[in-house]
């Protein structure tokens, strides 16, 4: 990217949808329409420039997101190719942390699938500006009409077709570009490289027509100016409703629809324009806000010559080990050989090289400024969503949220002597990845990995083998718990340590209450403001609460969807330190625990099983069987249904061989988690 080209030419965007549903292939075409790549990259080939791991060329899908950058219309885009299955939902979540605008991949003939919900709504909760390509319009079963009310009925979305198909299936033979009212039509010898713009034909003209009104009108509900045209029978420019659309756009009142079939290389100029047009630049969105050293709220505008702020959005190893660290940039300037605060930890770290991405490829540079997303070397103290700034300004950015493990396997070296070479490894990807976890069992000494499924934890483990070296053994996938409460309780706990001279006392209340499923964890306090004692001993007994959620009194389990709250503290006439009272709660919390009817608390999935219409009734039983419950069903295009599901995970460990049977190989289904629920006993399903 150009370092001169100002910041309202910048846009920053990600391509999101479900598996499947074209963006590595759309990616690969945008990159080699504006002139980034010379050759075009296929999936299928396991030569696309955006999969460059070895585990995504092998699978054919995308693991790990994927940033690189390319220009049109004169404008700079930095893109992230995002994965489409559920077990690499991270890379989801922290790109659109980052990012200001997405473009939602949606096929033609499934929709709006399970994930293409789950990414559309992790963009929303950002408020994230969206434009939606509706892809494989080319293909049998193909419907841009029901993806149109798919997007109203499941996203909630006010859709404006900017470009509307000429013919479907075997028949798409082009787009109607409703702004400008001409048709596009692709050259197959180019590669689609060459778009060919026409006039609307005769015979489709009455068509266009009504659907251009249709255009004009939904529009108009977004915008006074045009309403007021509309409404007096005034002629409407393009240049107004293009500046209504941009405004509709950025303020989520409206999301631009495409169609095209990327593969067949056909629709993908008209949505790089759409990008560069309706999406925003950084200037164009509200300023991010930060908490500064004292809880206070600071508006960080993208301006280059303010104090840095900059989110870490991202940690991957490079070569010999080393970290490198993705950052979108905020305000200021980020250069090589500059100092950077970390103020979660209160480090500073000095930059020692920049880098522009290029997916697999990096791009030294002596400096980066407001808007623009780059990698790092030197960040030695940043984790996944850190702030890194100035001492000029200290602020604290929102930071990134990673979902809870669902499913864990024990690993082990073949040798001792491959023991800390694991354990190396294996930190080297915790860090990389926060919904990786791992610890050691204190009670079998065993290396416990969990992730957010079995693809997951298999990617992770052919990754040790081959960037660190190490083939770990490893065994049988098991569940990952929670514990709660299914009654209150309140108890006290008192302890008294003697002291030269005399003891120190102190007695605690603890009051425990369960909450509802999905509530997640309250710790409180009905301490008053100002206590007797030092503020260090009210903190050293609500850490204590805090830390106390960690295990639960069944398994050792976390707990979840539980109040606690400190009633009282008394402490002794000589007073009390700080570890007097943290043993005091901890007894008064392990009491009320273990008198609030613990229990324990399993995974609970969702499925969305695709099958032949033949095979559902044999699906429906076998997934009774496992405790899961139909939600409802779908039919698509073929004689395919879709069905709907919920079920415990510790049911569905075996459940890939399981469809795969039951449908002769003709079935599949993408899988993604959903709460933690009650253990049901056996015999109540």
């Avoid at 480090?347 to 522009?356: G, P, T």
């Avoid at 990389?432 to 969990?450: C, H, N, R, Y």
């Amino acid at each position: 990217m150009a370092q001169e080209n100002p910041i309202n030419k910048l846009r920053n965007i990600g391509i999101i949808a479900h598996i499947d549903a074209g963006k590595t292939t759309l990616t690969e075409r945008i990159l080699y329409y504006s002139g980034r790549t010379h050759k075009l990259g296929e999936v299928h080939d396991g030569e696309a420039t955006m999969d460059f791991l070895p585990e995504e060329q092998d699978r054919g899908i995308t693991i790990m997101s994927a940033v690189t950058s390319c220009q049109w219309k004169g404008a700079n885009i930095n893109i992230i190719d995002t994965p489409g299955h559920v077990d690499f939902t991270i890379e989801v979540e922290r790109s659109l942390r980052v990012l200001d605008g997405a473009v939602g991949v949606f096929c033609a003939v499934g929709g709006v699938q399970p994930q293409s919900e789950t990414v559309w709504r992790q963009a929303d909760r950002y408020h994230v500006p969206k434009i939606a390509f509706v892809n494989k319009i080319d293909r049998v079963g193909a419907n841009f009409n029901k993806v149109l009310g798919e997007l109203r009925d499941k996203l909630g979305a006010v859709p404006l077709v900017i470009t509307l198909p000429l013919g479907e299936e075997e028949g798409f033979k082009g787009v109607v570009d409703l702004l400008e009212e001409k048709l596009y039509t692709w050259n197959d010898s180019t590669l689609g490289a060459e778009m060919l713009i026409s006039d609307i034909p005769p015979n489709i003209a009455d068509d266009v027509a009504r659907e251009r009104m249709i255009f004009v009108e939904t529009i108009a509900e977004t915008s006074d100016e045009v309403m007021e045209k509309y409404l007096a029978d005034v002629a409407i420019d393009k240049g107004t409703l293009a500046k209504a659309i941009r405004e509709a756009t950025i303020s989520l009142k409206l999301v631009p629809v495409y169609a095209g079939a990327a593969l067949r290389n056909k629709g993908v100029q008209p949505l790089l324009d759409g990008i560069v047009d309706f999406l925003p630049a950084p200037i164009d969105l509200p300023p991010i806000q930060a908490n500064g050293p004292h809880g206070e709220v600071v508006n960080i505008a993208p301006r280059d010559n303010d104090p840095l702020a900059a989110l870490v959005f991202k940690i991957q190893m490079m070569d010999q080990g080393r970290k490198m660290s993705f950052v979108r940039i905020y305000a200021g300037t980020l250069k090589e050989g500059g100092e950077v605060l970390n103020p979660r930890v209160g480090q500073k770290d000095k930059i020692s090289r920049l880098f522009r991405i290029n997916a697999g490829k990096r791009d030294r540079v002596p400096e980066a400024k407001s808007g623009e997303l780059v990698g790092v070397v030197g960040l030695r103290s940043s984790i996944t969503g850190d702030t890194i700034c100035s001492d000029a300004r200290v602020v604290l950015l929102e930071s990134i949220t990673a979902a809870d493990p669902v499913i864990s396997v024990a690993v082990e070296p073949e040798n001792t002597a491959d023991s800390a070479k694991l354990m190396e490894a294996l930190g080297k990807l915790t860090e990389e990845d926060p919904t990786f976890k791992l610890k050691v069992d204190e009670d079998t000494g065993q290396t416990i990995i969990s992730g957010m499924g079995e693809l997951h934890l298999e990617v992770l483990v052919q990754r040790l083998a081959r960037e660190h070296n190490v083939n770990p053994r490893v065994g049988k996938p098991q569940v990952v718990h929670r514990e709660t409460i299914m009654n209150s309780a309140i108890r006290e706990g008192s302890f008294s340590k003697p002291t030269t001279g005399q003891a120190r006392f102190a007695k605690a209340v603890v009051s425990v209450k369960p909450l509802s499923r999905g509530e997640g964890n309250k710790v409180l306090s009905k301490l008053p403001l100002c206590p007797p004692w030092p503020q260090s001993l009210t903190d050293a007994a609500i850490d204590t609460l805090e830390d106390g959620l960690g295990t639960g009194p069944i398994l050792g389990y976390p707990l979840l969807d539980l109040e606690l709250t400190l009633e009282s503290l008394e402490l002794g006439e000589t007073g009390a330190d700080e570890p007097t009272v943290r043993i005091a709660t901890s007894q008064a919390l392990r009491q009320a625990l273990r008198d609030a009817s613990p229990a324990l608390m399993e995974p609970v999935m969702k499925l969305a099983i695709t099958s032949p219409e033949e095979f559902v009734g044999e699906l429906m039983g076998d997934m009774s069987s496992r405790g899961g419950r139909i939600e409802h069903m779908n039919s698509l295009a073929g004689g395919y249904r879709v069905l709907n599901v919920s079920a415990p995970l510790s049911n569905l460990l075996d459940y890939s061989t399981a469809v795969r049977s039951q449908t002769q190989g003709r079935g599949s289904f993408l899988m993604s988690f959903d709460h933690f629920d009650i253990v049901e006993r056996k015999g109540q399903r």
